[in-house]
């Protein structure tokens, strides 16, 4: 039985790296992880504020109009939503929908990514849903401390390709 999440992937093209750059030390992160990204062929993808390293800005009235324009990805999320319960905010969790659904939206614009990399939870948990709406793993970084709930994190863990631990490398190509 498939996922009713899952449409069907484009061909696939190197990892996407999701960034949020309004939160603390993410742009030092990128800083940090560009020269291993642009190894591995990597789109950086920034939110929040622009960076000249991103290869693409998430833009929140373009991820408004994409939310609205898919209604099997939102409706699935939002069930999605139900089913985790309090193990993440409402808010936090519907900007993250959101932001999956431009990644999801984009990937099926041309080539997929071969994996979606979150560089904090935040950025984790849209790669995640992303993943899930077009049939892409995810690579998680779980190394801020954003308050989650052991229940979403032991998911985030079982069904992530890999978790950044400490190399980012070793991490995408796990």
């Not at 801020?144 to 190509?173: G, H, I």
Request: hydrophobic content about 45%; aromatic content about 6%.
């Amino acid at each position: 039985m498939s996922d009713p999440l899952i449409t069907s992937p484009p061909p696939q093209s190197p990892v996407w790296a999701l960034y949020d750059l309004s939160l603390p030390e993410r742009a030092e992160r990128l800083a940090k992880d560009e020269g291993e990204l642009r190894a591995q062929s990597g789109v950086i993808m920034v939110a929040g504020r622009h960076a000249a390293q991103a290869d693409a800005f998430l833009d929140g009235a373009e991820m408004e109009q994409l939310w609205l324009k898919h209604d099997r990805w939102r409706a699935s999320l939002e069930a999605l939503r139900t089913e985790l319960a309090s193990s993440v905010d409402g808010e936090v969790f519907l900007r993250a929908a959101r932001r999956a659904v431009w990644l999801a939206a984009r990937a099926q614009e041309g080539a997929a990514p071969r994996l979606i990399f979150g560089a904090g939870m935040a950025e984790s948990l849209a790669a995640w849903l992303a993943g899930k709406l077009i049939g892409v793993p995810c690579a998680v970084s779980l190394q801020d401390d954003t308050r989650w709930t052991s229940k979403l994190v032991s998911q985030l863990r079982a069904e992530a390709r890999a978790v950044r631990e400490s190399s980012l490398t070793q991490c995408l190509n796990a």
